[in-house]
């Protein structure tokens, strides 16, 4: 079978391996799509956390069981996606609920190899019926579990005011699981084709510009001089991250998605008089892929609002540093495979 290989930062290449032999309580899948996220982009400019090289990326999957050692309900020609996260199951955190953040977790394209492949194996209790999605539509349900997970770990409540910083992919499905939770979404971002497709595509009712604007100014104009509730990072900039405590409200919750390389630098006696909360998310539950897939059938969220670019798996290797420049305009880039 044919795969594509990120052999260092920088460099993809093309290569063939046999077609993995179905093991015991694994299924073998024909990858349809893959979908591009920002943890592939780090991966291939060297600047993704927890990454080895060489690598076989794509997590964002949509594919066909073709055999399966006859555990659970799924049969040759289903279509299906996936949960890229296996988790050991005998941890505390795997004890607790908390796959997502096994001590052992292996992610596909990130710890061992992904999807850039014409077929993979994955254990079947991974596995999440299409449910009459489309292949493009499943291949968004991983990175919208992403901020579905984010706000569910901010427990957003009605009415109250959340700012999402980045309006990348994740970024973006996070200010739609916000709005569905209740919440009155701000964006905060540095590119105004991103902060105009907010308003455009998901109807999001403040913008603001990182750049050109005053934030803090901003923020209290819109919340009335309150200040955000939550604060949500999807960027993984350090200078984002350590930006954004002075955005918090009294009693807020600050959620970090992004992820990054540095440390975090803020200040005590600002964040300790507000008795403010700071968290990580991290990937995302079995419970809240349900829930984007329950979104996404009942019309309350749009993939075709996110794909922007799409490709041929051939094309690849040519095409992808492109989708690094924001110039280029990607918010989603689907990997259509043969």
């Excluded at 079947?124 to 901020?147: K, M």
Aim: glycine share 8%; net charge neutral; with cysteine.
């Amino acid at each position: 079978m044919k795969v594509l290989v990120c052999n260092k930062p920088g460099e993809l290449a093309y290569t063939t391996k046999p077609i993995p032999q179905t093991e015991k309580d694994h299924t073998l899948l024909k990858v349809k799509r893959i979908g591009i996220c920002g943890t592939d982009l780090h991966a291939f400019d060297g600047s993704q956390p927890f990454f080895s090289y060489p690598r076989v990326l794509g997590h964002e999957l949509a594919a066909e069981v073709v055999s399966s050692d006859g555990v659970g309900d799924f049969k040759p020609g289903d279509i299906v996606t996936l949960i890229p996260y296996i988790n050991c199951g005998s941890c505390l955190a795997c004890r607790s609920g908390k796959t997502n953040c096994c001590t052992s977790i292996q992610v596909l394209g990130v710890h061992t190899d992904g999807g850039m492949a014409e077929y993979i194996q994955v254990p079947t209790r991974l596995l999440l019926h299409a449910q009459g999605l489309s292949l493009e539509e499943l291949a968004l349900v991983e990175p919208l579990a992403i901020g579905a997970h984010g706000v569910r770990r901010a427990a957003v409540d009605k009415d109250e005011f959340v700012l999402v910083i980045g309006a990348g992919p994740i970024g973006l499905g996070t200010m739609e699981f916000a709005r569905i939770a209740g919440g009155k979404v701000i964006a905060l971002d540095i590119n105004p084709q991103r902060l105009a497709f907010c308003k455009e595509k998901l109807k999001v009712a403040h913008t603001i510009n990182a750049i050109t604007d005053d934030v803090i100014a901003r923020l209290q104009e819109i919340t009335g001089g309150d200040m955000p509730t939550v604060v949500i990072d999807a960027t993984g900039s350090q200078k984002a991250i350590n930006n954004a405590f002075q955005y918090m409200a009294h009693g807020a919750r600050f959620v970090l998605i992004g992820l990054q390389k540095g440390d975090i630098s803020f200040s005590h006696p600002e964040f300790h008089k507000r008795e403010a909360t700071l968290m990580s998310s991290r990937n995302a539950t079995r419970a809240d892929f349900d829930h984007v897939i329950s979104a996404m059938k009942n019309k309350m969220v749009d993939p075709a609002n996110y794909i922007t670019h799409r490709v041929k798996f051939d094309r690849v290797a040519t095409e992808f540093e492109s989708w690094l420049d924001p110039a280029n305009g990607v918010i989603k880039a689907i990997v259509e495979m043969n």
